[in-house]
Each structure stands twice: as C-alpha cells, then as structure tokens.
C-alpha cells in the first residue's frame, strides 16, 4: 500500500462538488486524511470565480493509471466536460499530487506533480496536511517547502467546512 495525495478543487458549485468528492474517496479507498479547505483566487484564469482547495491522503494499492482514470471518471461523473479551455471554470478537479515515493513517468502521468511546488493552493494545504513528510524529488519536508514559499499574488484563506457532521476546516 502507499500514501497517495491528491488535490481537490472547484469553483463551480464548491460545497457540493468538494462534499461529492470526499464521499466518494471515502468509499473507494478507506479513512481519509484531509487538510483544511481554502478559498484561493484563480491563478491563470480569466473568470474569477473563487476556488475551494484541499489535499486529501489516503492509502491505496491501485496502479497510478487506475488511480488516474478513477480521478478523472469522478470528475466527469460531476459535470467536467472534455474539450473545455484549460483555464476554465470547473465543478471538480482532482489531480495526482503523489503515489508513495515514486518518481518519473507512470502510466502516463508525471509524479510527483509540478503543482506541488508551484502552487500555494497546492502546497499550503499540503504542508498542514503532512508536514514531515518529504517531497519524492527534493527530499525536504513539506513544511520547509512552505516556509520557503514565495506565494507573490497568490492568495488563499481557510474556509469553514463540515463534512459527514465534521468541521474539517474552520475560517481564522
């Protein structure tokens, strides 16, 4: 089995479509462990509807490919339509961040994502979430990423959260 990492976000329906996810990971692969859930600004887009973003971790034995294919299936399942702008508006996101320690190329699917490092909705998350664990490709903690952060205009912020009857995330 290995830890895998995913980041979750949409700026369509948020609530619901983040909830629908987190369901659905639950169900699939077990307990799940989530980060709190922020509100970002776009980053790239022209619509600037905000974002809701979280990294969820939970362990599998899928391959990536499948791993992949399930996100996407998910996705699409929820309104995603193929064919869109890449900088569009979208009901769910999920995308590969980790897979283990794996590093390269796997089914078509790069590993660790770029995103990681280059994204605060990304990393942010990711650093409270597992803050010892140790990037696949640097070797440095999550949280030394973070503390080294140069996050420029990207702004995000916690958002209160129930899931399930929980408070996963609570605004500051």
């Known amino acids: 089995m290995a830890r895998v990492t995913v980041s979750v976000g949409s700026n369509i329906e948020r609530e619901q479509h983040v909830r629908v996810c987190l369901d659905a990971l639950a169900a699939t692969f077990g307990p799940l462990a989530i ?8 980053v790239g887009f022209e619509d600037g509807r905000n974002f809701y973003n979280l990294v969820v971790a939970f362990e599998s034995d899928l391959p990536v490919g499948e791993l992949q294919a399930w996100c996407k299936r998910l996705e699409f399942a929820n309104g995603r339509r193929k064919g869109v702008a890449k900088f569009s508006p979208r009901t769910l996101d999920i995308d590969l961040l980790t897979v283990g320690a794996l590093t390269g190329r796997h089914d078509g699917v790069e590993l660790p994502r770029d995103e990681i490092l280059q994204h605060a909705f990304v990393l942010q998350p990711l650093a409270e979430l597992l803050p010892e664990a140790r ?3 640097t070797g440095k903690r999550y949280r030394h990423h973070w503390d080294a952060f140069e996050a420029g205009d990207q702004r995000l912020w916690p958002v209160d959260f129930v899931w399930q009857g929980r408070r996963i995330s609570a605004a500051e």
Do not use: A, K, N
Not at 35 to 42: A, G, I, N
């Open 135 to 137: 990037h696949p490709l």
């Open 35 to 42: 980060s709190r859930v922020f509100e970002s600004e776009p």
